[in-house]
T-cell receptor, first 114, second 114 residues
Framework: NAGVTQTPKFQVLKTGQSMTLQCAQD?????MSWYRQDPGMGLRLIHY???????DQGEVPNGYNVSRSTTEDFPLRLLSAAPSQTSVYFC?????????????FGPGTRLTVT | DQQVKQNSPSLSVQEGRISILNCDYT??????FLWYKKYPAEGPTFLIS?????DKNEDGRFTVFLNKSAKHLSLHIVPSQPGDSAVYFC?????????????FGKGTHLIIQP
């Protein structure tokens, strides 16, 4: 199993550009989430999904869109990039089972918006 | 308003001694608590978790203690090893598997001195 994969690893955008951060998992997990991490901060939840076709907003959803058309993929779209979206983005997946509480994280995408 | 707080940005411990990392939370709806370890340029990796119906969970060198009345948890690492040097994040969720995402603290940078 590859686990949770994210592409690209690094990206530089100009203000106003749009792009999609890709996230895929091959563990058949129902739950997937997107987080951002800024310097000196913990991870903050952007959007999450409890299954294909179902998404919801987290703590910091503004400026981001998501969709979940398959169990495996959960892309994060930046509609019009802003310097405030410079951050490291992590995707995570998990499953519902008695006694399981953890989320599995991908390696992250480092995004710079100039 | 931070719902999960880690008040020590850094902690230095001698190799072989006990490391104690602390975490406080304010949201009484949290039922699951997790500790993650993070190295630079990598995604967080799961260490240990505990549900609110327990007050202690142990896994090898790692033990998590939960004091629900004080809304406080701690991670004990015994004995501390050089490879334990990393940033440790406390996280909490309302649902098992982090179905609606995790809420993270800002992290504690643990440094193990030889």
């Amino acid at each position: 199993n590859a686990g949770v994969t994210q592409t690209p690893k690094f990206q530089v955008l100009k203000t106003g550009q749009s792009m999609t951060l890709q996230c895929a998992q091959d563990m058949n997990h129902e739950y997937m989430s997107w987080y951002r991490q800024d310097p000196g901060m913990g991870l903050r939840l952007i959007h999450y999904s409890v299954g294909a076709g179902i998404t919801d907003q987290g703590e910091v959803p503004n400026g981001y869109n998501v969709s979940r058309s398959t169990t495996e993929d959960f892309p994060l779209r930046l509609l019009s990039a802003a310097p405030s979206q410079t951050s490291v983005y992590f995707c995570a997946s998990s499953y519902s089972k008695q006694g399981n509480y953890e989320q599995y994280f991908g390696p992250g995408t480092r995004l710079t918006v100039t | 308003d931070q719902q999960v707080k880690q008040n020590s940005p850094s902690l230095s411990v001698q190799e072989g001694r006990i490391s104690i990392l602390n975490c406080d939370y304010t949201n009484s709806m949290f039922d699951y608590f997790l500790w993650y370890k993070k190295y630079p340029a990598e995604g967080p990796t799961f260490l240990i978790s505990i549900s609110s119906i327990k007050d202690k969970n142990e896994d090898g060198r790692f033990t998590v203690f939960l004091n629900k009345s004080a809304k406080h948890l701690s991670l004990h690492i015994v004995p501390s090893q050089p490879g334990d040097s990393a940033v440790y994040f406390c996280a909490a969720s309302r649902r098992g598997g982090g179905a609606d995402g995790l809420t993270f603290g800002k992290g504690t940078h643990l440094i193990i001195q030889p």
